[in-house]
């Protein structure tokens, strides 16, 4: 299927490792101008420089100023955004009756002001040209909260309430909002929760895997150019009527529909 992404611009907000990543290089292999962003500059530019048409830039998506300077940088070299990828790091593990005021503060900054920030900045671009695609990495924990990820299951789930309300404001425009949920995908950030959940079970984290692949369906973690190629197809012409959805890409692992 060619998803009609040639010549496209997708700005894709914490690029440079993980579930990011995996969505710049399944773009950047439709053809579209891939910007490529990270705290780490130099790596954003090596990544970059192995897609068809990218560019790295340095980005920390929790710094407002960072944020503004990468968007500017982006339309200088590209032009107008059309695709927005809204990513960026969870904040730390923790139960809900140990949370703080500075975790609640701290989740918000991580996951809900960056992305309503983000879309500020090229939304109205869209809207005049009446077309854009949003789409945010979302996490399961917003339809069935995570254990000992309270603050990544609050943060997570405002930004889903502010993009679902997004989503029927803007659907008229030919800009379409969405999520992807990752359930258990092999990247680093996994391999740490695992980590700590091995610790506290005193277990290696070789069995802590084995054990969280036990209750996934599909018997395994996905890989990430399988959540890559869904958050793709969501950018795509063919999915110009999906809005205001959230995909799991979870091999089964949560129970609902």
Not at 155 to 172: I, N, S
């Amino acid at each position: 299927m060619d998803l009609q992404l040639q010549g496209k611009t997708a700005f894709v907000a914490a690029s440079t490792g993980g579930l990011g990543r995996a969505i710049a290089e399944a773009l950047g292999a439709e053809g579209a101008n891939v910007v490529v962003t990270g705290r780490r500059g130099d790596v954003a530019e090596q990544i970059a420089a192995g897609l068809p048409s990218a560019v790295g830039i340095e980005l920390d998506v929790t710094d407002a100023a960072s944020r503004a300077a990468a968007v500017e940088k982006a339309t200088h070299i590209f032009g107008p955004i059309d695709i927005l990828v809204i990513n960026g790091p969870g904040p730390r593990p923790g139960t809900a009756a140990d949370s703080t005021a500075a975790d609640v503060a701290d989740s918000f900054e991580r996951l809900v002001a960056p992305g309503q920030d983000l879309v500020s900045r090229v939304l109205p671009g869209m809207r005049e040209r009446g077309s854009g695609r949003i789409v945010a990495v979302g996490s399961s924990g917003i339809v069935s909260p995570i254990p000992n990820l309270s603050s990544s299951n609050m943060g997570r789930a405002a930004l889903a309430g502010y993009l679902k309300t997004l989503a029927a404001e803007v659907a008229a425009d030919g800009v379409t909002v969405n999520l992807v949920l990752p359930g258990r995908i092999a990247t680093d950030r996994v391999a740490q929760l695992d980590a700590a959940q091995a610790e506290r079970q005193g277990i290696d984290p070789a069995e802590a895997r084995a054990r969280s692949e036990q209750t996934i369906p599909a018997g395994r973690y996905g890989d990430p150019s399988e959540f890559g190629a869904a958050a793709a197809f969501l950018c795509s012409a063919q999915a110009a009527y999906i809005t205001g959805v959230a995909l799991r890409v979870d091999g089964g692992l949560v129970r609902t529909l």
